[in-house]
């Protein structure tokens, strides 16, 4: 087949085996570069289906670009060396390290010492490097600095550089080619041998270590030795050791210096490129989304993706409109799930405010009536209620001001009622049980006030009464009213993942920061059947009736008994000396001394000792100085946001002033501020005395 060229001169017959008479055949070299030109100038690829005419090969040769030869580095060795080493010298170290791989001829120069003043004013281009140490040649500083691989194994990516041993070694080769400086070590080479090596940067001095090969050179070199030569030659490595020591230290500053610089530089890409995020997203209308996106704790507590940390935003690299253009529908969707977190959130602030403006009412109306000296639901019992979450989750677009929670206020004495006969059916039914009362002594549940007896000992197992400064007080037992008020009744603990705990809010002052108010509950408290059945027995040496006798009764009648166990089971006869406590004080004592048995038995002594005992100590304490106790409450922020804890009397004169603008002429006990409920009476001493016989 023969066909026509571009200029219409005739060709080669590429598939006939005669040449054209007269004609002289020119061998064509078809390469990468021509190749088509001549497959398209010859009619193009055979095919059974498709046939290229020539009108489609003038179209394409039209059209067809060659392919850019690429450019080679053999040009470059043939410059002069004065002008090689003039662009040598304008580069910096890792330029010359890569141009050093790529050809022999390159390398050949580059690593000959001739060169070595191209790679010190390559060097000069790095700011603040330090000078090369006289014992290291100017490519191997570089390489040590500059380059990121392992340097045995060649693992990339390898930032950890010493430079006392100047070695780049990744975690692995650093423990198979070093040794440690142990105890070991210096047993087998003594106890001098490590002064003369180079050893590991390291903060601990139990991970010392040298290089092998620098260890096995100086074995080899000082067994060669006599023993002067040795000594010689360990001040020279000493000496050698001290000077390399230094060096490292100002090539370990200067790395860390780079170090910090390179973190800035990549810290302010990341803020360019998330500022130019923000106003992209700001163009596009997401403007109050922007200004009220969730802080870093916040999205941590919600297990949500802070804005800087979305690996779209804190790239560093700069935002172009290309990279905008791939990004866009991404950062819209984050965009779209930050708005509806947002609009959660407010929702929530929105009910809080509500709740905290039925609080403040509730506060007052429990000061008004003087409510405060009793068991009332908390707070937080009443946002449960129907009748207050129908307000409170009134919708958003609605205002709810202090006239809307009128109806509640009205209805709180009915409320209140319901919620009291409610725990306290419960209280008393579950004391019974505990209690192992049975009928006669109760008919109706709801009329027996089994709360008030005095065998109801209750401890708390709460974790805000773990710890009681006063350990001479433990046990803490806690008897009628004193347990219901008690403060773990009606707050609680906020786990670390509650940022806003519904139908709650933080308690103030005096209570640690993570206690927020709950619903009244006795969950933390535990019934002690052991000091039960020590106050049945201190009832029973009174002749009293357990099952009848109230806390207040058994206060008034102050009785005062003698542990018989401590006494050897002599009772008193008036010529024995014997301790005489009150009948806390004695369920303390049989606790402390006696854990709590149940066999140890009491006597009563006479009433008259008991009441010229209790004049006498009524006496001592008036004319003795009782430290300040917090046993004081203000009645002004009870059952409010951020209610403080109890206080002295100086601590609430201070806080009426401070908080509430109410001078120390104008406070007024029982409206302004009131004694605690959930405060022990003051502990009676125990006293030392000859009790007389008493008649059974």
Excluded at 445 to 462: I, M
Excluded at 492 to 517: I, K, S
């Amino acid at each position: 087949m023969s066909f026509s060229n571009l200029s219409g001169s005739s060709a080669v017959d590429m598939d006939g085996d005669k040449e054209l008479p007269g004609h002289v055949t020119k061998k064509i070299k078809i390469t990468a570069n021509n190749g088509w030109e001549h497959v398209f100038a010859r009619g193009g690829i055979k095919s059974r289906f498709t046939k290229t005419t020539a009108v489609d090969a003038t179209v394409f040769l039209k059209n067809y670009r060659p392919r850019a030869q690429k450019q080679s580095l053999e040009i470059l060795i043939s410059l002069p060396l004065d002008i090689l080493f003039e662009i040598f010298g304008r580069l910096l170290p890792l330029d010359l390290l890569h141009l050093s791989r790529t050809t022999k001829a390159l390398r050949s120069v580059l690593m000959h010492r001739s060169s070595t003043t191209v790679w010190m004013a390559a060097r000069s281009n790095v700011k603040g490097m330090p000078a090369c140490a006289d014992d290291m040649s100017e490519p191997a500083h570089a390489s040590l600095a500059f380059d990121m691989h392992c340097h045995s194994c060649l693992k990339p990516n390898v930032r950890n550089v010493d430079w006392n041993l100047r070695v780049r070694y990744c975690q692995k080769c650093l423990k198979e080619r070093t040794d440690v400086i142990d105890d070991k070590f210096k047993k087998i080479y003594g106890l001098k041998l490590h002064h003369c090596l180079s050893l590991s940067m390291t903060q601990n001095r139990n991970d010392a270590r040298c290089l092998i090969s620098d260890r096995e050179s100086l074995v080899d070199e000082l067994s060669k030795l006599g023993p002067e030569e040795r000594s010689v030659l360990r001040g020279l490595k000493r000496d050698a050791v001290l000077v390399r020591k230094e060096h490292a230290v100002l090539c370990t500053k200067w790395m860390e210096s780079e170090q910090q610089s390179r973190w800035k530089e990549l810290d302010h890409l990341r803020s360019l490129r998330h500022d130019a995020i923000l106003e992209k997203l700001i163009e596009l209308g997401w403007g109050e989304d922007v200004n009220k996106l969730p802080d870093r704790h916040t999205a941590r507590i919600y297990k949500l993706t802070h804005f800087e940390d979305h690996p779209l935003v804190k790239q560093p690299k700069p935002l172009t409109d290309r990279i905008w253009q791939n990004i866009q529908h991404k950062m819209v969707e984050f965009m779209g799930q930050m708005r509806e977190f947002r609009i959660l959130q407010e929702r929530k602030q929105q009910i809080r405010e509500r709740q905290s403006l039925l609080a403040t009412i509730y506060s007052d109306w429990q000061r008004e009536k003087g409510y405060h000296k009793y068991l009332m639901p908390t707070a937080a019992d009443l946002f449960g209620m129907r009748q207050v979450r129908d307000i409170v989750e009134l919708p958003a677009h609605l205002t709810v001001t202090t006239e809307d929670f009128q109806p509640v206020r009205e209805e709180l004495f009915k409320l209140v009622d319901t919620w009291k006969r409610c725990n306290g059916h419960d209280l008393r039914s579950d004391l019974l049980w505990r209690l192992e009362i049975h009928p006669p002594y109760w008919l109706d549940r709801l009329s027996v006030q089994c709360e008030r007896l005095a065998v109801a000992v209750f401890t708390c197992t709460g974790w805000l009464c773990d710890d009681i400064p006063e350990s001479n007080d433990l046990p803490r037992y806690m008897y009628f009213p004193e347990y219901l008020h008690h403060r773990c009744n009606r707050i609680r603990r906020r786990a670390w993942n509650e940022l806003d705990p519904a139908n709650t809010f933080a308690m103030g002052q005096g209570y640690p920061g993570n206690t927020v108010q709950r619903e009244w509950s006795m969950d933390d408290l535990e019934l002690d059947k052991k000091a039960s059945q020590t106050v049945r027995n201190i009832i029973d040496a009174c002749d009293l009736d357990w099952r009848e006798v109230t806390v207040s009764e058994l206060d008034n009648l102050d009785p005062r008994l003698v542990c018989l166990k401590c006494s050897y089971g002599n009772r008193c006869d008036g010529e024995r000396p014997m301790m005489v406590r009150s009948w806390r004080e004695s369920v303390k004592h049989c606790a402390k001394k006696h854990w709590s048995d149940s066999s140890v038995k009491r006597q009563k002594i006479s009433d008259e000792e008991s009441r010229s005992l209790r004049q006498d100590q009524e006496e001592a304490a008036a004319s003795t100085t009782i430290p300040p106790r917090k046993i004081w409450r203000c009645t002004h922020c009870h059952d409010k946001p951020e209610e403080p804890e109890k206080m002295t009397v100086q601590g609430m004169t201070d806080h009426l002033e401070d908080h509430h603008s109410i001078d120390l002429i104008n406070q007024v006990a029982g409206m302004d501020f009131a004694e605690a409920l959930d405060v022990p009476p003051v502990t009676i001493p125990s006293v030392k005395l000859k009790p007389k016989a008493v008649n059974p």
